[in-house]
């Protein structure tokens, strides 16, 4: 009598179409797990990448200010080995800043680690007066010298708080710690030929960060006196030589000298009448 096969053979096809509604939905769940985690990532490098990086209107020409734009307040940056703002950071502030004879001032010096800065303010610390420096070390010529100053002046007890004139925080925070009798303001985007390469920095430094230093200034109590320097720029298109001071300002030949020419005018008719200034 022929076997009856057909029975097992159903069996087989009904357990071969069992492991394949098994392995479909195994792929289904495997495929929407990684489609789950792909979403997952791509969500934390876009978050990563919105964080760390600057948005894409910043201009090349802006790269050399990329590490001050932040705030002291949301980065921790170290300077030598005292944490900006910590206790070390304060007692570096205040010693450097603490006048050696009687009736001395005390100086915020801006721009301490550049040409003028650094030389006027190792005058003013052999006067006996309290030096405070202030840059951002910028790389508009070879950083190097900026540091070799800043080295110089660290032996004679000169600290430079490494930040930017537009770090509003930053600026109150040195002012709360110290009361500043006096600003020096010489940063500043200085050069005439460099405007066409990076015209937003004369902006940033010479104005954005010069009214920003106002504010603060303004804002503190006791009020120091400011001074800061001109240039002999401002007179333009003039003839006229010698320079004097009556000459024409009004004709700028760069954007460095229209910048530095806003300056007395921004102090002028800005709402900081009641500080006390002097240009050089
Ligand atoms: N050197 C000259 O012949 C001359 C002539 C006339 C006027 N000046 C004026 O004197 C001042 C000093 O000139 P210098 O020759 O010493 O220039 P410098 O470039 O050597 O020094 C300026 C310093 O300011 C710093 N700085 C610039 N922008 C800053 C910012 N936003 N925040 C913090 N620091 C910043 C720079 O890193 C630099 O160390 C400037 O105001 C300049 O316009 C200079």
Redesign the pocket.
């Known amino acids: 009598m022929p076997t009856d096969t057909s029975k097992p053979m159903k069996l087989e096809r009904y357990n071969s179409y069992i492991r394949k509604v098994h392995s479909t939905k195994l792929l289904n769940a495997s495929s929407k797990f990684l489609f789950r985690v792909t979403l997952l990532i791509a969500l934390v490098l876009i978050l990563f990448f919105t964080i760390n990086y600057p948005p894409l209107s910043d201009n090349t020409h802006s790269a050399p200010?990329h590490h001050?734009r932040h705030s002291f307040l949301s980065t921790s940056l170290f300077s030598g080995s005292s944490l900006v703002g910590g206790a070390a950071w304060e007692k570096q502030v205040r010693h450097s800043s603490t006048p050696r004879r009687v009736n001395g001032f005390s100086v915020l010096v801006?721009?301490?680690?550049?040409?003028?800065?650094?030389?006027c303010s190792l005058a003013l610390k052999k006067r006996g007066d309290g030096v405070l420096g202030?840059?951002?070390?910028?790389d508009?010529?070879d950083?190097s010298?900026?540091r070799a100053?800043q080295n110089l002046l660290s032996k004679h007890q000169i600290f430079i708080v490494e930040?930017?004139?537009?770090?509003g925080p930053l600026l109150t925070k040195l002012f709360d710690v110290v009361p500043f009798t006096h600003v020096l303001?010489?940063?500043?985007?200085?050069?005439v030929r460099y405007a066409m390469q990076n015209p937003q920095?004369y902006v940033?430094?010479?104005i954005?960060?010069f009214v920003n230093l106002l504010e603060v200034a303004k804002a503190v109590n006791p009020q120091p006196a400011i001074v800061?320097?001109?240039?002999?720029?401002v007179y333009g298109l003039n003839t006229e030589n010698p320079f004097s001071e009556r000459d024409r300002t009004d004709r700028p030949a760069s954007l460095?000298a229209a910048t530095?020419k806003a300056e007395p005018k921004i102090k002028k008719r800005w709402r900081v009448t009641s500080l006390t200034s002097t240009t050089?």
């Open positions: 200010h001050h801006t721009g301490a680690a550049g040409f003028i800065g650094s030389h202030l840059d951002n070390f910028n508009y010529y950083p010298l900026k100053r930040g930017d004139l537009n770090d303001h010489l940063a500043a985007q200085a050069g920095s940033k430094s010479n954005a960060g800061w320097a001109s240039s002999s720029s460095y530095k050089l």
